[in-house]
């Protein structure tokens, strides 16, 4: 199946920092979606995104949907420890399975305050 | 975003029983999804739910080991049958959200352990 490569898989930086984090994949998406999960909860959906090269942002989050529709990135401006979770990008194709949702493998997002 | 609730939330299970969790949806829905999340894993489908059709299991995953229910537009049951210590992980429920643009939302998710 499909396979979303998510990087970096880990990181741990200071109360303040902003932060990137990205994924690739070999194949178009209509969709991308970018999910936070907090430990013993679901993932929280924080920013959608349809059209190539649309760049979104809520609150201190921003997002683009790469002009080759392969790619995507989340960025974080000054981080606080709330933010500390695991961080998934999610493509969602268009092809005939288009309710479909491919995940990356996560980014663990460490704040030290 | 809808809100989606399981039950139980969490559970410790003996090897070789089964246990139903349940999905229950603030509106009506065409498809729900299951997803499993093994341990610091990430999300891989299980199968889709339709009401009144028999769910669609993706690839390495039997109606036999993990049958589901759909009787309504609003509620859904998974359930995994003869657990073995490989079947703990966290297993989530989602839906479309109502604006149909493509995104997803989930319920808080059922932390299964099997020993």
């Known amino acids: 199946g499909q396979q979303l490569n998510q990087s970096p898989q880990s990181m741990f930086i200071q109360e303040g920092e902003d932060v990137s984090m990205n994924c690739t994949s070999s194949?178009?998406?209509?969709?991308w979606l970018w999910y936070k999960q907090d430990p013993g909860e679901g993932p929280v959906l924080l920013i959608a995104?349809?059209?190539?090269?649309e760049l979104t942002s809520n609150g201190r989050l921003t997002a683009q949907f790469g002009i080759t529709r392969k790619d995507s990135f989340l960025n974080i401006s000054a981080s606080i420890p709330s933010d500390v979770g695991i961080y998934f990008c999610a493509g969602r194709n268009s092809g005939g399975s288009n309710y479909k949702l491919t995940f990356g493998k996560g980014t663990l997002l460490t704040v030290n305050p | 975003s809808a809100v989606i609730s399981q039950k139980p939330s969490r559970d410790i299970c003996q090897r070789g029983t089964s246990l139903t969790i349940q999905c229950q949806v603030d509106?009506?829905?065409?498809?729900m999804f299951w997803y499993r999340q093994q341990p610091g894993q990430s999300l891989t489908l299980i199968a889709t739910a339709n009401q009144g059709s028999e769910a669609t299991y993706e690839s390495g995953f039997v109606i036999d080991k993990f049958p589901i229910s759909r009787p309504n537009l609003t509620f859904s049951t998974l359930t995994v049958s003869n657990m073995s210590p490989e079947d703990s992980s966290i297993y989530l429920c989602s839906v479309e959200g109502r604006r149909g643009f493509g995104e997803a939302f989930f319920g808080q998710g059922t932390r299964l352990t099997v020993v």
């Open positions: 995104l349809y059209k190539a090269g």
């Open positions: 509106s009506q829905v065409t498809m």
């Open positions: 194949s178009i998406f209509n969709t």
